[in-house]
């Protein structure tokens, strides 16, 4: 079992709406102190994209998508989902899950070295 895998990417025009899901190994469920979403469109930097520290609260977004993706967490299953509405050409790219699990107090939660675990990546694309 990978340590973090995404699913959930696809195809979809301009408006429509996907759900990502990042199942995350029981090792790392247990001992994260945050997770994230991150994206990185073709010739482009890795961005952050949402946040949530280990007991669900608080979350994090970047302004891009602030009151259109939706971070949560699903204890029972050790899934983490991103949901994404109203979605725009410019949020393509392919999404990553992340995971911190050092010890120690978190930092800026958009920053890429605060996390140790990555996953594979889906791909989302939008457009008509």
């Known amino acids: 079992q990978a340590d973090l895998a995404e699913s959930g990417g696809g195809s979809v025009p301009p408006g429509g709406s996907l759900r990502l899901s990042c199942t995350a190994s029981?090792?790392?469920?247990?001992?994260?102190?945050?997770m994230a979403w991150f994206r990185q469109g073709a010739g482009q930097e890795r961005e952050a994209v949402a946040a949530?520290?280990?007991?669900?609260?608080?979350?994090y977004y970047a302004d891009s998508v602030k009151g259109r993706f939706t971070i949560s967490p699903d204890n029972a299953e050790n899934i983490m989902w991103l949901e994404m509405n109203s979605l725009k050409p410019e949020d393509t790219a392919v999404y990553y899950c992340?995971?911190?699990?050092?010890?120690?107090?978190?930092?800026?939660?958009?920053?890429?070295?605060?996390?140790?675990?990555w996953g594979q990546g889906t791909q989302v694309i939008v457009s008509s």
């Open positions: 029981a090792y790392i469920w247990r001992v994260h102190n945050r």
């Open positions: 949530i520290d280990y007991d669900g609260s608080p979350t």
């Open positions: 992340a995971a911190r699990t050092r010890w120690g107090r978190s930092g800026d939660w958009s920053t890429r070295s605060e996390y140790n675990y």
